[in-house]
């Protein structure tokens, strides 16, 4: 999974070199962040075991410890041979499972089929260990070369396989590395987030700073929010691999200071259930910030909203602002979303001063985050809603400040519209985007409806190709 703002989530940040993991950036930013089938293709090596057809060795398959499927026989066979605790660990680890089985179905050039499976599925730490061993005695096999750094940006890879492949590599083999690296991305920007993550996972940090070091040399190739394929080829988003419920976490944090929301009530809400009057779940966060919600995964995945008030920053500061967060791309499976910011009482007030605007409680707030099909922060999108009136303020944010004076995101990908008409218990706006420089300028991205309750903030992200 990957990283944004202000009703972001952790992972869209840094182009990592997160081997079949990397997604060029992770997480939300108020930054104001089909699975084939084990055998699909391929002959089984138990079909083989028990006398069956010969199996090409290049063909997907599944190992005996798991099962888990590989990207062919040969990578299967090793990983059996000399990878079959970690396998094990991972096939054991719904979560870890289903993302494994995802990112073995990317070809290996397909960087962009990698970017869902790290934005839909949880990237656990038993799926970094079975990574760290397959680079290592299963590399050749499994046909695993520079730490599988994959980048879905133009001039990104081949940037980073010229400079970077044994930098890239040393940090992929070494758990820790790759642990501290998924945690860093899923940082917004405050600096003890990255040094918290350094204590953490103090044995991967020298592996971690050469990688970095080295990546930083690509950084221009690799600028994020520039991968818009997927609007002229749109290609549907993974689906739930099962009926019935999920469970899925998120820890929510501050804008300014990423410090843990602590003690507030998150309610999980179906999307035509505007006032939220029959939760489907309900949950507190914890002295972390983190909240575990059960939703119905559906067919699309669970595409309703959550309710989030009350509670303080860290267990003894403001409470939070009122807030409505739609997890899109919407939840599909098991396991934890990453860091999320939203906004503390405190915070909405200070950032409407900064745009000379008086909230008004009688009226909604929406916070959007554009992100490029790689699920990046984009600049150069332009926000549009379907009801404002002269009371509305729009702003991006540039440089980090709010500023009512732009007309589309810049590297942040945030844009915010204060003080929106509204009708109780709440009412349907229509957000729309599109692109106005870069590879998409004039293309539109899309547009999806939210709900604007009075003295709330609704945020999410508007991700092309947009659900339908």
Request: hydrophobic share 40%; with cysteine.
């Amino acid at each position: 999974m990957s990283r944004r703002l202000l009703g972001s989530v952790g992972r869209l940040g840094r182009v990592g070199w997160l081997a079949v993991l990397a997604t060029a950036g992770c997480e939300q930013i108020l930054s104001l962040h089909e699975r084939s089938e084990a055998t699909d293709g391929g002959v089984s090596d138990l079909a083989v075991a028990a006398g069956g057809e010969q199996a090409d060795a290049r063909a997907p398959g599944t190992g005996h410890c798991g099962p888990l499927l590989y990207t062919s026989m040969s990578c299967a066979a090793c990983m059996d041979k000399s990878c079959c605790s970690e396998a094990k660990a991972c096939a054991n680890a719904p979560a870890c499972h289903e993302a494994s089985d995802c990112l073995a179905s990317c070809a290996e050039t397909d960087a962009m089929c990698r970017a869902r499976c790290a934005e839909f599925y949880t990237l656990p730490e038993t799926l970094m260990a079975l990574r760290s061993c397959r680079l290592g005695p299963c590399a050749g096999a499994c046909s695993s070369s520079c730490g599988e750094f994959a980048s879905p940006i133009p001039g990104c890879q081949t940037c980073q396989e010229a400079t970077c492949c044994a930098q890239s590599t040393s940090c992929a083999t070494n758990t820790s590395c790759a642990d501290l690296d998924l945690c860093v991305s899923n940082c917004f920007g405050t600096a003890s987030c990255p040094n918290d993550c350094q204590t953490q996972y103090a044995q991967g940090v020298k592996n971690y700073t050469a990688s970095l070091a080295c990546t930083n040399q690509c950084a221009s190739q690799c600028a994020a929010g520039q991968a818009w394929s997927c609007l002229d080829t749109p290609v549907a988003w993974p689906k739930p691999n099962a009926v019935g419920n999920v469970a899925f976490a998120v820890t929510f944090v501050t804008f300014t200071s990423e410090a843990p929301f602590v003690g507030v009530m998150v309610k999980a809400c179906g999307k035509f259930d505007i006032p939220c009057l029959s939760p489907i779940d309900a949950a507190q966060t914890d002295a972390t910030g983190r909240v575990t919600v059960h939703v119905p995964a559906g067919l699309l995945g669970f595409d309703g909203y959550l309710d989030i008030t009350g509670g303080s920053v860290s267990g003894t500061g403001a409470a939070v602002f009122p807030t409505i967060w739609y997890p899109i791309p919407y939840v599909i499976a098991d396991g934890w979303r990453g860091r999320t910011q939203i906004l503390s009482s405190d915070e909405f007030l200070e950032l409407s001063a900064a745009t000379a605007t008086t909230p008004d409680p009688a009226r909604g707030n929406i916070a959007m985050n554009a992100a490029d099909c790689a699920f990046t922060p984009a600049a150069g999108v332009r926000f549009a809603v379907d009801s404002s009136d002269s009371a509305t303020v729009s702003y991006y944010l540039v440089g980090g400040l709010p500023t009512t004076t732009a007309t589309a995101t810049d590297s942040s990908g945030v844009a915010a519209f204060v003080n929106l008409p509204t009708t109780a218990p709440g009412r349907l706006t229509l957000v729309s985007a599109s692109a106005t420089s870069g590879p998409a300028q004039g293309k539109t991205l899309g547009s999806l409806s939210f709900i604007v309750r009075p003295g709330t903030l609704t945020t999410s992200g508007l991700f092309p190709p947009v659900p339908h």
